[in-house]
């Protein structure tokens, strides 16, 4: 069992939909969340970083975890085509970050 | 807006020659960590490094890979000789401390024919 599983998709969504992204995970050590946006042919780039149990909202991105249950979700609201990436959740460990497979979002005009 | 730079972009060669990937961290950052991506592994950690001084390589195959931080401006992976299995994108990221979120290249496309 990888330490780290997310659904690589694809996600198809129109433009507009309420977006739903999520991750499981194994370990406990895990304490620090992370979201990375993906475009193509660019790096991964940090959207959302949470320590605890919860909601955190950053504009139309809100980050929830569930520590209890070992998940977490990225919502977005009002997805726009600029939107349409790779999603890649994150979580570290002392000397590295153990990074989901990442999903695929295409959201259509 | 501080970036981590990565050199070359793309990179095509033939199979046995020498391929050095160069990365210019965030000034200030001690930590640089190479990966490789693919789409049938992912994002792959090769080497880690804190203070310019290596402190994990298990990710990278030690025959033919090498990493080095000659300075603190300069880190660089090395393969040789290549293999048509190493067609990847490498990815330098760069950070503060251990733990904490990784500031990533847009990276070197690199296949070898």
């Known amino acids: 069992q990888k330490e780290v599983e997310q659904d690589p998709g694809p996600l198809s969504v129109p433009e507009g939909a309420i977006v739903s992204l999520n991750c499981t995970y194994s370990?406990?050590?895990?304490?620090?969340f992370m979201w990375y946006r993906q475009y193509s042919r660019k790096g991964p780039e940090l959207l959302m970083y949470?320590?605890?149990?919860g909601n955190k909202e950053d504009g139309r991105f809100t980050a929830q975890v569930d520590k209890s249950s070992k998940y977490i979700s990225l919502f977005i609201r009002d997805s726009q085509p600029s939107d349409s990436a790779t999603y890649l959740c994150?979580?570290?460990?002392?000397?590295?970050?153990?990074f989901g497979a990442g999903t695929i979002l295409r959201v259509k005009s | 807006d501080a970036r981590v730079t990565q050199t070359p972009r793309h990179k095509v060669t033939e199979m046995g020659q020498e391929v050095t990937m160069r990365c210019q961290p965030i000034?200030?950052?001690?930590?640089v960590f190479w990966y490789r991506q693919t789409m049938m592994q992912g994002l792959e950690l090769l080497a880690y490094?804190?203070?310019?001084?290596?402190?994990?390589d298990s990710g990278m195959p030690k025959d033919r890979f090498s990493a080095e931080m000659p300075d603190a401006t300069l880190a660089t992976l090395k393969i040789q000789p290549s293999e048509p299995r190493d067609s990847a994108v490498y990815f330098c990221?760069?950070?503060?401390?251990?733990?904490?979120?990784?500031?990533f290249g847009d990276g070197t496309r690199l296949s070898i024919l």
């Open positions: 949470t320590y605890s149990s």
């Open positions: 370990n406990s050590a895990f304490q620090y």
């Open positions: 490094f804190r203070n310019r001084a290596p402190l994990d």
């Open positions: 990221a760069s950070g503060l401390e251990d733990g904490q979120p990784q500031h």
């Open positions: 000034l200030g950052h001690n930590t």
């Open positions: 994150a979580m570290p460990l002392p000397n590295k970050l153990v």
